[in-house]
């Protein structure tokens, strides 16, 4: 190529190994510059470099040159991200660029090659004749590998697919899948899988054993000796052998598919199984399959062949059929049937051991043998038997041997009849045991006996055997139900059709089972008082029959009043006996209610009395068991109860209660009504009233009367107030009064704790005239009082029309707010009828309700008024202007001047004083001082006179109750103000000192003052004494207000800088902009440029007057953190209607208010020389000896700074306002911002 020396060339490298590029230019006739350079395979370039190492590729590109014309690119340790084409190229100004490009083609060995689905070098189970696919992979080579498949070594041409697959690395995986269909030759032989790399000579394998499942052939048998015919009991061995299989099969021997023997042996050698299995011969294993079954894998048929041998054996048993029992004179059958046995067997019969002649029998084949049977027929009348039985006997024989069985045949007789014995005729009482006998003689078997009465049979007899005679024994208790029954023994065996039978009847006696006593029917089922009644008594089931009397125990009386009746009813029944019916009259009261009444049935023949009792159950009307009326008499807010005892039948059935004739359920007002029973929880006065009681039942109603009073304290029930009159007008003051007990002269009228004697008075009214003067204007009380509670009272106003006069509180007497925050200023007047109010801004009326100001106004009271006005957006020009609160009314006019000025701490609370005290509690109240411009709470500190520990309480209100206390002890009281800006007062001082009462209520403080009075000349002196002070304290303030006019600009100054010791800068705390909405404050301790203070006098009127009004004050002072610098993004149009902003103690927390800011600070640049230095700040130390000279490189570097900062911090602007505290500055107090009202210069 023209202009080359040396072309790169094409380079093919294995990954890892080096390799160069070379590239050279020929030599120039001219002594032009040459400029070369390659070009990566990314495109990038790699630069103009001298010869070494290049950056970048993890150190790995290298240049190389011998001369001036060469530049040999190096690559080690070449990777996949080196494989592309590189470019050299070379320019000589005069000539021209000229370029060669060469490819670096990275070669991947393959390092592993495997089976997909199965683990390399181990063996794998497959079927003969089952397809069997196996996929090999080479991955990740470059270029791809080839796949060879081999098995045992013999390389396998087909069946094989093959693919790739090219990875994002530009590597190749390569595939080759083997289906390949296994034969039983093919067992343990091995597949091997081979990956060849020519481009990096590389090979290899990885292989896989196979091993070929297979079924075994058809199983052959042998009968050891070969003889197929045995008799029962010899041995009998079987050869059972199959040969191949794999795996090797379980050979096992069944019979009737339960399995016999699993136990076999394998010949490697020949690859034969054999199971041999031997048993005795039993008449059961006649013409049995046995079966050899041959299996090497579960879920295939076995492979199975079968054989049988022939059994000889005796018969095993015969069997006989016929009856066991047989009435003499009768024919019987008998069957004899014999048990298998091989050969057939013959059949024999003796009876009572003498032989039969021969009878038929048949044969019948079964699986395992042959079976006979033969019939017998036997006339009981030819045969001779003795003690009524017969012995059959059949014998079964062959040639292997015989059996033979019994059968026992009894021949059945009648008894003679049966007698019953032990019932003579008489008299049986109920309840009674009678004993009897049944005997039969003969028979065979012997007579089963059994009783009934009537048709039905009786358990419990006792049977036994006398002999020949069976005999039976009953014990029966007599009862009703055998009366007139018949007592039958039956007899009875099984050569009767029908019982014999003997039987007796029974006579028995029995009382009446029950008594009973009730109501005649037809008539009404009640025993009323004064009406006739009648009861019956019924004897029902007796033999013989009852004789009946009536017994009456009045009250429970020992000795009864008894009475005969009459008979109403006597009659007879078969089966239940005599019943006799018997009717007694009366007349009962009401002491007979509760009477036992008792019907007594009797007869002489019976060993006691039946007889039955009756309750009488008088019914009357209810009766009280008091006396009517009731007076119940109770004070208002207490509980009664009161039980009322009624007697009445039936029970009462409704209770009705009436208050002043009107019924009510339950309930009414505080009253309950719970039956009988009236109480009252918490009464009142109207729940008093005339409570009447009804109580019914069915026969008639009671009643009873209760008057409820109830007492309750006088109330005012009606006064007038307030009363509006003009100066010299004459009013009357009403009141009138309720309550119970009423009592003359109850009602009265008092002023200031006095009673007012002039006053008109009545049981429950006074009327009181007056003259409308200034002087009798205020509160009047009406009392009523009847001894019962607490005077009930009630305050009437005279209020007598006057001009507003403002009332000089000390907490209105000024208002205070934040720069572009809000102060509230109150005016509180007292007026009558009415009050109107007017701020003013020196002499301009405000205007309500506007962006800037807001007012409200409120009535405190019949003579009290408040307005409140509301200055929002407060500035530096609202503290320098009072406001005025003007009051007025048709009477007159009053004003007052209130200043506004910047939060301070609180006023001091004043006039701290006891309004309740006892031994144990103290109530103490205070006269609130000014806020401060915030809202405030009171700390109360107190201890016990000698006493260390002190107490504190905070409370948001002027007054608090103490509890605890100790009785007769001396308290010492200091408050302070605390205000919600963190601001507090000072404590008040000298400490207030109250007593506790002691125990028995008496003033201590009244007798301290006795012993420890002042002398009156010591008085008087100390009281010249703090007038002196006064006075130069006065003059002294004088003095101060005239220098601090003359000196504003120098304190203004002062307020920003001060100097200490002549050596240090004192820092102060600078007030910046508000922090933007989506700014992020910034908190950086270590590290940061903080700005300070010059020393000079100009840099610090230069820094001020950055922001001429853009003063931020702090509400929370307590809030800051001193090593904090916070930076704000500034923007002049993000502060128009900005008024709050936040930040804490670690820049996120502190919270400032914000005036609007006029205009954009200068940049920072225009002070680098003069203005505001930038020092590196650490552990809080000031090296002033370093700020001159390092200003500049300062400045430098915080120029490099703000570029680094535009670039990877986008939270830290160019241009910063900064708000910060010096680590060793003094934090000043709330500035006057009023004072500030001239110019910084």
């Known amino acids: 190529m023209a202009g080359f020396h040396e072309i790169p060339s094409n380079q093919s490298v294995l990954l890892g190994q080096d390799v160069t590029f070379r590239c050279a230019a020929d030599k120039s006739s001219t002594s032009s510059e040459l400029y070369s350079q390659w070009r990566s395979n990314t495109g990038s370039l790699l630069g103009f470099h001298d010869v070494g190492q290049l950056t970048g590729h993890q150190g790995r590109y290298s240049y190389l040159k011998s001369s001036r014309e060469e530049l040999h690119l190096r690559i080690e340790r070449v990777t996949l991200e080196d494989d592309g084409q590189f470019e050299c190229q070379m320019l000589r100004p005069d000539e021209g660029p000229i370029r060669a490009a060469a490819y670096l083609n990275v070669i991947v060995a393959p390092k592993i090659v495997h089976f997909t689905n199965y683990q390399s070098g181990t063996t794998i189970d497959v079927n003969e004749d089952i397809s069997l696919n196996l996929t090999c992979v080479a991955p990740n080579a470059k270029p791809e590998a080839t796949i060879i498949w081999y098995i045992n070594g013999q390389k396998i041409e087909d069946g094989i697919q093959r693919w790739s697959s090219y990875n994002l690395n530009k590597t190749v995986s390569s595939f080759a899948a083997l289906q390949w269909r296994p034969r039983r030759s093919d067992h343990k032989k091995v597949m091997t899988c081979e990956a060849n790399h020519d481009d990096s000579s590389t090979q290899i394998r990885t292989n896989l054993t196979l091993n070929v499942l297979y079924p075994p052939d058809r199983p052959r048998i042998s009968i050891l000796n070969g003889d197929s015919f045995v008799r029962a009991g010899d041995n009998v061995t079987f050869v059972c052998v199959v040969t191949g299989g794999n795996p090797p099969p379980d050979l096992s021997w069944y019979l009737k598919d339960r399995l016999l023997s699993t136990r076999y042996q394998y010949d490697i050698q020949t690859q034969e199984t054999m199971n041999t299995y031997s048993f005795l011969a039993e008449p059961e294993d006649h013409l049995a399959n046995y079966e050899c079954r041959a299996s090497n894998r579960k879920g295939q048929e076995p492979q199975t062949r079968t054989v049988h041998v022939k059994v000889a054996y005796a018969p095993q048993g015969v069997e006989m059929i016929g009856e066991s029992n047989v009435r003499q004179g009768s024919f019987t059958v008998m069957q004899c049937k014999t048990k298998p046995s091989n050969p057939i067997s013959r059949i024999s019969w003796l009876v009572n051991g003498h032989p039969i002649p021969a009878t038929v029998q048949s044969e019948h084949q079964q699986m395992h043998g042959f079976i006979a049977v033969s019939n017998l027929t036997i006339n009981t009348n030819e045969v001779m038997m003795g003690k009524h039985r017969l012995t059959v006997e059949c014998n079964a024989r062959n040639d292997e041997g015989s059996a033979s069985k019994q059968h026992v045949i009894k021949v059945l007789a009648p008894p003679l009849s049966p007698r019953i014995s032990g019932l003579e005729e008489g008299i049986h009482l109920e309840g009674h045991i009678l004993n009897v006998t049944c005997e039969a003689h003969g028979g065979n078997p012997l007579a089963d006996i059994s009783w009934y009465r009537g048709y039905d049979k009786l358990p419990g007899a006792r049977s036994s055997v006398s002999g020949d005679s069976a005999i039976s024994s009953l014990s029966l208790t007599l009862d009703r139900t055998m009366n007139g029954q018949r007592l039958k023994c039956e007899a009875m065996n099984s050569a009767l059709d029908e019982p014999l039978v003997d039987s007796k009847q029974l006579n028995v006696l029995f009382q009446p089972r029950r008594v009973m006593i009730r109501m005649p029917e037809g008539t009404r089922h009640q025993l009323i008082a004064g009406e006739e009644a009648r009861l019956h008594c019924l004897a029902a089931g007796s033999n013989p029959n009852a004789h009946i009397t009536w017994h009456f125990y009045p009250n429970g009386e020992p000795s009864p009043l008894v009475f005969t009746g009459e008979i109403i009813l006597n009659e007879t029944s078969r089966d239940s006996g005599h019943t006799v019916q018997n009717a007694v009259t009366f007349t009962p009261t009401e002491e007979y209610d509760g009477t036992l009444v008792r019907c007594i049935a009797s007869n002489p023949l019976w060993p006691a009395t039946k007889n039955a009792t009756y309750p009488l159950n008088v019914l009357y009307a209810p009766r009280l068991l008091v006396n009517s009326p009731i007076n119940i008499v109770v004070s208002e807010s207490e509980s009664f109860r009161e039980n009322m005892t009624v007697k009445g039948n039936p029970p009462v059935s409704a209770w009705r209660w009436r208050k002043n004739g009107i019924p009510f359920d339950h309930t009414i007002g505080n009253v309950f009504a719970r039956g009988a029973t009236l109480s009252g929880r918490n009464v009142k006065s109207s729940d008093a009233g005339m409570y009447t009681l009804f109580a019914v039942n069915s026969v008639g109603t009671a009643n009873v009367t209760i008057q409820l009073t109830v007492e309750y304290s006088a109330r005012i029930t009606r006064i007038s107030s307030p009363i509006i009159a003009a100066e010299g007008e004459t009013v009357l003051l009403e009141c009138e009064a309720d309550g119970v007990p009423r009592k003359p002269n109850m009602v009265r009228w008092m002023r200031n704790g006095k009673e007012i004697p002039s006053a008109k008075r009545g049981e429950t009214q006074v009327n009181l005239r007056l003259n409308a003067t200034k002087e009798a204007a205020g509160q009047y009380v009406c009392s009523a009082d009847n001894g019962i509670g607490f005077p009930g009272e009630s305050t009437a106003y005279l209020l007598v029309n006057s001009a507003p006069k403002i009332m000089m509180l000390p907490f209105h007497s000024r208002a205070a707010g934040p720069l572009g925050g809000r102060a509230r200023a109150r005016c509180r007047v007292h007026a009558v009828p009415d009050a109107d109010f007017v701020w003013d801004r020196a002499g301009e009326i405000i205007q309500s309700n506007n962006s800037k100001y807001s007012m409200s106004t409120i009535q405190l009271d019949y003579s009290t008024f408040e307005s409140t006005l509301w200055i929002s957006n407060l500035s530096p020009d609202d503290y320098a202007k009072d406001v005025s609160c003007t009051a007025r009314n048709s009477f007159g006019t009053d004003s007052i001047h209130i200043p506004i000025g910047p939060p301070s701490p609180p006023d001091a609370p004043l006039d701290i004083r006891v309004t309740n005290v006892t031994s144990h509690t103290m109530t103490i109240s205070w006269t609130p001082g000014f806020d401060g411009g915030s809202d405030q709470t009171f700390e109360v500190r107190y201890q016990k006179d000698g006493e260390d520990i002190v107490h504190g309480i905070n409370t948001s209100h002027s007054n608090l109750r103490l509890s605890g206390l100790t009785p007769s002890s001396i308290y010492l009281f200091q408050l302070r103000s605390i205000n919600s800006r963190?601001?507090?007062?000072?404590?008040?001082?000298?400490?207030?000192?109250?007593?506790?009462?002691?125990?028995?209520g008496t003033d201590v403080a009244i007798t301290a003052g006795k012993n420890e009075s002042i002398p009156r000349p010591i008085i008087m002196l100390l009281a010249i004494g703090g007038t002196l002070l006064l006075l130069f304290n006065c003059l002294l303030l004088c003095y101060l207000q005239r220098r601090n006019k003359k000196k504003k600009i120098q304190e203004k100054?002062?307020?920003?800088?001060?100097?200490?010791?002549?050596?240090?800068?004192?820092?102060?705390?600078?007030?910046?902009?508000?922090?933007?909405?989506?700014?992020?404050?910034?908190?950086?301790?270590?590290?940061?440029?903080?700005?300070?203070?010059?020393?000079d006098d100009h840099s610090v009127r230069t820094m001020i007057e950055v922001n001429p009004n853009g003063y931020m004050q702090?509400?929370?002072?307590?809030?800051?953190?001193?090593?904090?610098?916070?930076?704000?993004?500034?923007?002049?149009?993000?502060?128009?209607?900005?008024?709050?902003?936040?930040?804490?103690?670690?820049?996120?927390?502190?919270?400032?208010?914000n005036m609007p800011y006029p205009e954009p600070p200068l940049d920072v640049s225009l002070y680098s020389d003069r203005s505001l230095s930038r020092r590196q700040y650490t552990n809080g130390n000031n090296n002033n000896n370093n700020s001159a000279s390092s200003g500049s490189s300062s400045n430098n570097n915080n120029n490099n700074s703000s570029s680094n900062n535009n670039n990877n911090n986008t939270n830290c602007p160019q241009h910063l306002l900064s708000?910060?505290?010096?680590?060793?500055?003094?934090?000043?107090?709330?500035?006057?911002y009023s004072q500030l009202d001239g110019d910084l210069v």
């Open 982 to 1000: 963190g601001f507090s007062s000072d404590l008040t001082r000298p400490p207030a000192t109250f007593f506790t009462l002691s125990e028995d």
């Open 1053 to 1095: 100054t002062e307020m920003v800088r001060t100097a200490i010791n002549g050596e240090a800068v004192r820092p102060v705390q600078m007030y910046g902009t508000m922090l933007q909405a989506e700014g992020t404050p910034r908190c950086e301790r270590d590290e940061r440029d903080i700005p300070e203070a010059s020393e």
């Open 1219 to 1232: 708000t910060f505290i010096h680590p060793n500055g003094v934090r000043p107090g709330p500035l006057s």
């Open 1114 to 1153: 702090q509400i929370d002072p307590s809030l800051y953190e001193r090593n904090c610098l916070v930076e704000y993004e500034f923007d002049p149009r993000d502060y128009s209607g900005s008024r709050h902003g936040t930040m804490g103690r670690n820049g996120t927390n502190v919270t400032y208010t």
